[in-house]
Nanobody, 120 residues
Framework: VQLVESGGGLVQPGGSLRLSCAAS????????MGWYRQAPGKERELVAR???????NYADSVKGRFTISRDNAKNTVYLQMNSLKPEDTDVYYC???????????????WGQGTQVTVSS
């Protein structure tokens, strides 16, 4: 299973970006999908996650500014980021809990990361 992220880049404070992450490979079902971020020298932290049923939770720092969504038919998760701040600058990683077979166990997969830079 591979997770491929896209949509990162450079944006001015107050601007918006939309990240996408598509899962491919042998996939029977995907449970939770999420976005994490990590700055150099710091631990990776949860930004937002969403279950297959659409339940979401967010880090306090992004509530009201970021929205996570997913398209189960396309095995894709999105992160709409609005009102971006310089402190949102990080590498953003996609994560998915994937079951590859109907009787298989869940496995945790990560994308390669995409850089988001908020700067004037």
């Amino acid at each position: 299973v591979q997770l491929v992220e896209s949509g990162g880049g450079l944006v001015q404070p107050g601007g918006s970006l939309r990240l996408s992450c598509a899962a491919s490979g042998i996939i029977f079902s995907i449970n939770v999908m999420g976005w994490y971020r990590q700055a150099p020298g710091k631990e990776r932290e949860l930004v937002a996650r969403i279950t297959s049923g659409g339940s979401t939770n967010y880090a306090d720092s992004v509530k009201g500014r970021f929205t996570i969504s997913r398209d189960n038919a396309k095995n894709t998760v999105y992160l709409q980021m609005n009102s971006l701040k310089p402190e949102d600058t990080d590498v953003y990683y996609c994560n998915a809990d994937v079951r590859s077979y109907s009787i298989g166990s869940l496995r945790d997969y990560w994308g390669q990361g995409t850089q988001v830079t908020v700067s004037s």
